[in-house]
């Protein structure tokens, strides 16, 4: 598995995500991180790939995206809403 996220070999860490190695899917959500990879997160998580949802939401909040952590949460998504409210908090926002 370390070596198919060394060589960032996407589909394969998606296909063996899709079939529930959280390895692979832990592996894939940190390569996307590594790269700065938002839509390749976001796809993932939107598919309900729970490693994605939260290494998506800590990704905007390290890039102060509070209108994209507030757009998922919006729509349901509790890590980006626990991201978003941390931030917010910690701007004096309550």
Same mark, same amino acid.
């Given at each position: 598995?370390?070596?198919?996220?060394?060589?960032?070999?996407?589909?394969? @860490?998606?296909?063996?995500?899709? $079939? *529930?190695?959280?390895?692979?899917?832990?592996?894939?959500?940190? @390569?996307?991180?590594? +790269?700065?990879?938002?839509? *390749?997160?976001?796809?993932?998580?939107?598919?309900?790939?729970?490693?994605?949802?939260? +290494?998506?939401?800590? @990704?905007?909040?390290?890039? *102060?995206? @509070?209108?994209?952590?507030?757009?998922?949460? *919006? =729509?349901?998504?509790?890590?980006?809403? $626990?991201?978003?409210?941390?931030?917010? =908090?910690?701007?004096?926002?309550?």
């Amino acid at each position: 598995m370390r070596l198919l996220a060394e060589r960032g070999d996407v589909a394969a @860490l998606a296909e063996r995500a899709d $079939r *529930g190695d959280d390895d692979a899917a832990i592996r894939l959500a940190n @390569l996307f991180v590594d +790269r700065g990879d938002v839509a *390749g997160l976001a796809e993932r998580a939107d598919l309900g790939d729970g490693w994605a949802t939260d +290494r998506l939401a800590w @990704l905007l909040g390290e890039r *102060g995206d @509070l209108v994209a952590l507030a757009e998922r949460a *919006g =729509h349901g998504d509790d890590h980006a809403a $626990r991201r978003l409210s941390i931030l917010r =908090h910690r701007q004096g926002h309550r």
